[in-house]
């Protein structure tokens, strides 16, 4: 009975120790998750400002359709996670949100309407994986591509865009705005 006992207190110690993050991990994932998503993103930017540079939203959006995916699984690789970029306004299916970053998308949007800052989140999943989501707001620049038709975005460049992406719904911001998030998944 005692061995019983004993086992089962372990098990116990074991699924509470496991099941979060203590404070100092919270941190440490906060800060990595950071990290990677600023690394993410000024890979992203970069390479995409010098197509915008070379030939305007006629090179720069073929590019991101093709070039996006590959520079986020690069990067991925590098620092050994999976880097999603998510959003309740898709331009392509292949960013399609989970039910989890659905939840955090709309969190953080009614976060925004109360005027209240988005900070990243950290947490562990059922199956013992450790993420990290971020909000992803519109800055000026991307209002050529996302924003506003006849206002920051020319028929032109929605042309160019619905003929790359047909089922397109990410349009029609204003800078500042809540694009989506970064979800980052660790590998260990």
Same mark, same amino acid.
């Given at each position: ?69 590959? =520079?986020?699984?690069?990067?991925? $690789?590098?620092?050994?996670?999976? @880097? !999603?970029?998510?959003? &309740?306004? %898709? ?32 947490? =562990?999943?059922?199956?013992?994986? $450790?993420?990290?989501?971020?909000? @992803? !707001?519109?800055?000026? &620049?991307? %209002? ?45």
């Amino acid at each position: 009975m005692f061995k019983k006992i004993l086992i089962l207190a372990i098990a116990v110690n074991f699924i509470a120790c496991s099941s979060g993050f203590s404070e100092k991990e919270k941190q440490e994932y906060t800060v990595k998750g950071q990290e990677i998503a600023q690394a993410t993103f000024k890979e992203l930017s970069a390479n995409l400002m010098a197509q915008m540079k070379a030939g305007g939203p006629s090179q720069a959006i073929p590019f991101c359709n093709q070039q996006a995916s590959p =520079i986020t699984e690069a990067l991925s $690789k590098k620092y050994d996670v999976v @880097i !999603k970029r998510t959003s &309740n306004k %898709l331009r392509s299916c292949n960013n399609e949100p989970s039910e989890r970053e659905i939840e955090i998308i709309d969190s953080y949007q009614q976060l925004m309407l109360k005027n209240k800052e988005l900070k990243p989140i950290v947490e =562990i999943d059922k199956d013992q994986k $450790k993420h990290f989501y971020a909000p @992803i !707001k519109i800055q000026a &620049n991307c %209002l050529v591509c996302h924003g506003k038709l006849n206002e920051t975005m020319t028929v032109q460049t929605d042309s160019i865009i619905k003929s790359i992406y047909q089922f397109d719904i990410a349009t029609g911001y204003s800078e500042g705005d809540l694009r989506g998030l970064w979800s980052i998944t660790f590998n260990k």
